[in-house]
């Protein structure tokens, strides 16, 4: 089992960021792959790569997550199903947009965690 470090993100923006990006990475395959390509040079993502002080921190949401998506009860008959999943990813450039629409402008950094 992963456990959290000490360390998390000290405003509630970057608390943000990283708890969105874990959620959808978990849920689009592709997702994290593409956000590093998009977000290379972007400080906000850069606890997607090994050795940033928050990617510990962002390594222990999405294995959380994780291990929460695979106890949850299965979706109801008519929902979507995992055979719907290259959907999900060809969705995964909207939903990438609207995260970055979000967290990318210059907006205050709130010291609210």
């Known amino acids: 089992l992963l456990r959290r470090n000490n360390l998390q993100p000290s405003t509630k ?3 943000n960021i990283i708890g969105l990006t874990a959620q959808r990475a978990n849920s689009a395959s592709q997702f994290e792959v593409l956000l590093k390509v998009k977000q290379a040079s972007n400080p906000d993502f850069a606890f997607l ?6 990617n510990p921190y962002y390594t222990w949401l999405r294995q959380r997550d994780s291990n929460i998506m695979r106890t949850s ?15 999900s990813d060809d969705d995964s450039g909207k939903q990438f ?3 970055l629409a979000m967290y990318s ?4 950094d709130e010291d609210e965690s």
Do not use: N
């Open 105 to 108: 402008s210059s907006g205050s």
């Open 13 to 15: 923006r970057q608390k």
């Open 49 to 54: 790569y090994p050795g940033h002080a928050l």
């Open 97 to 99: 947009s609207g995260l």
């Open 73 to 87: 009860p299965e979706e109801p008959e008519g929902a979507s199903s995992s055979s719907s999943s290259s959907s």
